[in-house]
């Protein structure tokens, strides 16, 4: 029940913060600049959301002015050319669109969802592309609230907008539940395989699935929004330690062992690779840097967030 009520709390304070974040990311695309022409893969830079907009830092010198473009987005991730733009649409309830864009930030296909938007992450190829939404009313929940989350294969364009019914598996059985919820997936090389966290029955846990047989694992309790990194070998995520706030762990997938990095701040984020020894995230409206040895994190680009390195 102490686990129960623990998750339900998290997920209605991220409730309340996102549709407080809903209304101000509204006015926030309204305010920012428009750059003419923009190459989301262009590489050796750090793509971010600044001013509402995706933008652009040089890797080399992240604190200098960024390259504001055109598109506004609430939540954004992007990889080889394609970018998954998350947009808030105002309403009562709001809902969301999902719009896959080329590298020049022109839209390719849209898409219309329920909630309010989450999380965005788009495969290192470019080919899959998967967000997480909050969404009100399901009878299970009775905090009101759940999430749902797609995945679109852009090649293809086979199209999931709820993975809620992917066989699971908890110590190797098949799990049956209706309060079943994923959110902040990650997506290895080969566009098939990825990683996500699935809450039920009170727990979160790490789950390891497969695209194309359709089938998903967990891996172990208390891990969510995983991000995998560049060689597939090691995930970061944020991990719920005593007495709630999360602290950002790396886990070694060859061993399975886990360890804290530098950052003692809680980080409510899916956070992403900069380079092989260090990740990056969203803290207090920053984007912040913690070497995977446990060194102490850097600001890294103020007055941004969504960052996403592009080699």
């Not at 299970?140 to 989350?149: E, I």
């Not at 309790?221 to 790396?250: I, M, Q, Y």
């Amino acid at each position: 029940m102490r686990r129960l009520l623990v998750l339900l709390t998290s997920v209605l304070v991220l409730a309340g913060a996102a549709t407080a974040y809903a209304a101000w990311a509204a006015s926030d695309r309204r305010a920012a600049p428009a750059a003419a022409a923009f190459d989301a893969a262009a590489p050796g830079r750090v793509l971010v959301r600044s001013g509402g907009r995706i933008a652009a830092v040089p890797t080399a010198n992240p604190g200098a002015a960024p390259q504001v473009s055109g598109r506004a987005c609430d939540r954004f991730s992007t990889a080889n050319g394609t970018t998954l733009c998350l947009i808030t649409r105002p309403g009562t309830p709001p809902t969301t669109q999902a719009i896959i864009l080329d590298r020049s930030l022109r839209p390719v296909r849209t898409i219309n969802l329920a909630g309010i938007p989450s999380r965005a992450r788009v495969s290192p190829s470019g080919r899959m592309a998967s967000w997480t939404v909050f969404v009100t009313g399901d009878s299970y929940n009775s905090g009101g609230f759940s999430t749902w989350t797609g995945i679109l294969d852009t090649r293809t364009g086979y199209l999931i907008t709820n993975m809620e019914d992917i066989p699971l598996y908890l110590d190797g059985r098949r799990h049956h539940s209706v309060d079943v919820n994923y959110w902040g997936v990650t997506f290895a090389a080969d566009d098939d395989r990825f990683y996500a966290t699935v809450s039920t029955k009170g727990k979160t846990y790490l789950v390891e699935g497969d695209f194309g047989d359709w089938r998903a694992r967990a891996l172990r309790e208390n891990a969510e929004c995983p991000s995998l990194s560049p060689d597939g070998t090691r995930l970061v995520f944020k991990k719920r330690v005593s007495p709630g706030p999360w602290r950002l762990h790396v886990l070694d997938l060859a061993t399975m062992r886990e360890r804290a990095l530098g950052e003692t701040a809680s980080v409510d984020d899916q956070a992403a690779w900069l380079d092989p020894g260090t990740v990056m995230y969203a803290k207090d409206g920053d984007v912040w840097a913690a070497p995977l040895d446990g060194g102490p994190p850097r600001l890294l680009i103020p007055d941004a967030t969504s960052p996403t390195a592009i080699p």
